[in-house]
């Protein structure tokens, strides 16, 4: 690592914390929403409003998150160019801690309804990613964004392996008499409530009064209709909401399949999410840099987004249960790779005074493809287990055919 690289590191480390802690309970929701919503029975699915598969029910309750994101993150990426990163960050995080409360009593209850309300909510606040994005691209500089854009995904990566194994282990009442389901979210409230402190007390502001531009609130919330305009942007942001599809699909799709195919309960469950992050963390810790030096960053996201479609075909291929950690390495490695490449070809495309517009546009679009991801993956899973990575395959696929064929990203 370089000594510039190094120093923009320790700037934005306390973010990268956060942003760990915050995907630590965001992880907890797929663990055991998963088998609770698949296996809960009829008690837990009355509590929605409407009836359906259990897998369209589980696509619904997990893309209510990313709908409150939607709409929310364009609108807090501007206002992080008007008022600063630090107390948007803030805000947000306070948002969300009283949320998780909210959760673990939704949960407690078996009410899916006010689940689904409170993440809602929670998703109209999240303004983590966007905005540590933003303070990535505040203290980058072309040459390291790629690498530093990974480090926000190996922190949500490494999440991904210790939130389903604490999840696992805090469900359990085999262990503690007094543990269920709602016990990992009450956990995370009470971590969070340690997070918004040390944002506070140890997080930089990273953009300055000089470079903050004035926002119309009524722009703000019609931010996202700029990914429209002509030119090689929207392009970027057409592929990189493909890839998103892709690589939330997976998400959503692959726990579905080890619960409905291997009949597995929240413990086991836990296990395979968290192995599935490992590669995500290797992919984000060292090969994203490694390509970096090698290949541009269109480059990168081209085969990176081809290979996670072969890839996802994997898991779906007949074989042992425990075959299938092998079958979750080489996706997650792929995806690893691309989702912060295809960050860094929006983020270098931008502007610099519109970092924070730009990207909260496109976690907007990242965001608007796990909506639909979860609930393609839920009718289409319902349909047959096995064609939601099908999906995902040909999605991915062609995201990666438009990049080639067109001029978008080329440096």
Not at 89 to 98: G, K
Not at 227 to 244: Q, T
Not at 316 to 329: G, N
Request: aromatic share 12%.
């Amino acid at each position: 690592m370089s000594n510039q690289t190094e120093s923009s590191f320790l700037r934005i480390l306390p973010l990268y914390i956060v942003i760990f802690i915050g995907f630590v309970g965001y992880s907890l929701t797929i663990t055991i929403l998963t088998p609770m919503v698949l296996e809960g029975g009829e008690q837990l699915l009355r509590s929605v409003p409407f009836r359906a598969h259990p897998t369209i029910i589980l696509g619904t309750v997990l893309a209510i998150y990313p709908i409150g994101q939607f709409f929310g993150a364009p609108v807090l990426g501007a206002l992080s160019d008007r008022f600063g990163r630090k107390p948007i960050l803030v805000t947000s995080l306070t948002i969300t801690t009283l949320c998780f409360g909210g959760l673990g009593y939704a949960v407690s209850i078996n009410n899916l309804s006010l689940f689904m309300l409170i993440s809602l909510i929670m998703g109209l606040a999240e303004a983590n990613i966007a905005t540590a994005q933003s303070a990535v691209a505040d203290v980058s500089t072309e040459s390291n964004r790629t690498r530093m854009f990974a480090y926000i995904n190996m922190s949500a990566s490494g999440a991904f392996v210790v939130g389903p194994l604490l999840g696992g282990v805090l469900a359990d009442p085999n262990l503690v008499s007094w543990f269920n389901n709602s016990t990992p979210y009450w956990s995370v409230f009470v971590v969070l409530i340690f997070a918004v402190l040390f944002t506070v007390f140890a997080f930089r502001e990273t953009h300055p009064k000089a470079k903050r531009t004035e926002v119309s609130y009524g722009q703000a919330f019609t931010n996202l209709l700029t990914v429209y305009k002509p030119g090689k942007l929207r392009i970027i942001y057409l592929v990189n909401f493909l890839i998103y599809l892709a690589v939330f699909g997976f998400f959503r799709a692959f726990p579905m399949y080890l619960v409905e195919q291997y009949d597995m309960d929240v413990t086991e469950l836990a296990t395979y999410i968290a192995w599935n992050a490992v590669p995500v963390v290797i992919g984000s810790l060292w090969l994203t840099g490694y390509l970096a030096k090698m290949l541009s960053t269109r480059n990168i996201t081209i085969f990176s987004s081809f290979f996670l479609g072969v890839f996802s075909l994997i898991m779906i291929i007949p074989q042992a249960e425990h075959m299938q950690y092998l079958s979750l390495f080489l996706p997650g490695l792929a995806l690893a790779v691309a989702l912060p490449a295809s960050a860094t070809l929006i983020s270098l495309a931008a502007k610099e005074k519109e970092q924070g517009r730009a990207l909260g546009n496109n976690l907007s679009l990242e965001v608007g493809a796990e909506v639909l991801s979860g609930l393609a993956a839920g009718f289409l899973a319902a349909y047959f287990i096995k064609l939601p990575m099908f999906a995902i395959c040909g999605v991915a696929v062609l995201a990666a055919f438009i990049l080639l064929i067109s001029d978008a990203g080329k440096e």
